[in-house]
């Protein structure tokens, strides 16, 4: 079955880049019509959908965070990836990957990601 996992730091600085990593095996990430997601939950917060990225690379982001997002894939490492510049400490959060553009299916672990000098 499809499996998810996310890698990445655990701990970022303020105004630095954010960077993870979803590897997802079982399956392709360009298998029609399946899209690929990262979603975040700050520590007492609820869920946060951050963006996406298509089974045919077209990429749509929350209009919350601005242009701070930016999400690719590696098609032959059946990987997509997610950046995040500029951070502060409110950005974190455990960050999720997951399959699906509204509904959510399939769910990778979440990874803690702290903003902290």
């Known amino acids: 079955q499809v499996q998810l996992q996310e890698s990445g730091p655990g701990l970022v600085k303020p105004s630095q880049t954010l960077s993870l990593t979803c590897t997802v095996s079982?399956?392709?990430?360009?298998?029609?019509?399946?899209?690929w997601s990262w979603i975040r939950q700050p520590p007492g917060k609820g869920l946060e959908w951050i963006g996406y990225?298509?089974?045919?690379?077209?990429?749509y982001y929350s209009p919350s965070l601005k242009s701070r997002p930016s999400i690719s894939r590696d098609t032959s490492k059946n990987q997509f990836a997610l950046q995040l510049s500029s951070v502060t400490p409110e950005d974190t959060a455990v960050y999720y990957c997951a399959r699906g553009e509204v509904v959510h299916t399939i769910w990778g672990q979440g990874t803690q990601v702290t903003v902290s000098s």
């Open positions: 990225i298509s089974y045919s690379g077209s990429i």
């Open positions: 079982g399956g392709s990430i360009t298998t029609n019509y399946y899209y």
